[in-house]
């Protein structure tokens, strides 16, 4: 009837007006709250945005519902890398050193001439995911000993007897097992570009590091953009003297740039009743 079709008219009328009102108020918040967590000191929120903002915040109108609403903005990596005697044929006769050699992960940066890998839609790398949060702990624990003016082995020792709780139950039981070369461990590191671990002895020790990690920049950019990633501000000739000297510490790939951070920890390999191998703490040490 005419009457059936009039209310079905006002309320879809009214619906419309009830969602554009809310559509309208959380872009107004969302502006306030996407600025605030911008952190761009020279970009404030228009005054009304921020009173609505203010005003619906107790209402949980507009919130930061995101896992990961705000990120750091430089990142550290954890290498891990295993101490193995090499020949050197270079000397005659022939003799033998020691090493270190990288290890490789299949999602976390690592190589520096290697792309980031592509992932399949819904699967998630627990082990690199997990992985990106370990170093995230540490460093918070090294540079407040640093900032507070402790010396390197003051730091040594505070990781030392922090150990415990700075590394979750997960991370000796992983040095552990790769060491002892469990192949269901050692799949989820992938190939290997330094070593054939299936193949591999044991190894003499450890070493865990912190690694900054930096993207590239393109080929038409200087090298010092990748410290300015969000625009490159006015240097003077001296400032990019200096910082062109910084660079001569870091080692530059195809994809990637970075620098041994700190060396967290070094692990002797010693020998376990079971006949493998694991992973015990020998010293930490902050020198690379």
């Avoid at 970009?43 to 921020?50: H, I, K, Q, T, V």
């Avoid at 590091?209 to 969000?230: G, H, I, K, Q, V």
């Avoid at 910084?246 to 530059?252: A, G, I, P």
């Amino acid at each position: 009837s005419v009457l059936q079709r009039a209310t079905e008219s006002l309320v879809a009328v009214l619906l419309g007006c009830v969602a554009g009102s809310f559509y309208i108020l959380f872009s107004l918040t969302s502006v306030a709250l996407f600025l605030k967590l911008w952190q761009k000191p020279l970009l404030e929120p228009p005054a009304l945005c921020a009173q609505l903002y203010g005003e619906l915040a107790p209402l949980h109108a507009c919130n930061l519902y995101g896992l990961f609403a705000s990120v750091t903005t430089s990142r550290y990596e954890v290498v891990i890398e295993e101490l193995h005697l090499v020949e050197d044929t270079s000397t005659h006769p022939p003799t033998t050193r020691e090493t270190w050699v990288e290890l490789d992960f299949l999602y976390k940066p690592g190589d520096v001439d290697r792309r980031p890998p592509w992932l399949w839609l819904g699967h998630m790398p627990r082990l690199d995911w997990r992985l990106w949060f370990l170093p995230l702990r540490l460093a918070r624990v090294v540079n407040l000993a640093i900032r507070d003016g402790a010396s390197p082995a003051a730091v040594s020792a505070a990781l030392q007897q922090g150990a415990p709780s700075l590394y979750p139950a997960w991370w000796p039981v992983l040095l552990a097992r790769i060491c002892r070369r469990q192949p269901e461990v050692l799949a989820l590191l992938g190939p290997q570009r330094n070593i054939d671990l299936a193949r591999a002895p044991c190894p003499r020790g450890l070493r865990v590091s912190l690694f900054d990690f930096r993207f590239r920049p393109p080929e038409n950019c200087p090298l010092y953009a990748a410290f300015f990633p969000e625009g490159m501000p006015a240097l003077t000739p001296q400032e990019i003297q200096e910082i062109e000297e910084e660079l001569q510490n870091w080692e530059v790939g195809d994809w990637w740039m970075r620098r041994r951070h700190r060396t967290i920890d070094l692990l002797s390999i010693r020998s376990s009743p079971k006949g493998g191998a694991d992973a015990g703490l020998a010293e930490n040490s902050n020198e690379s």
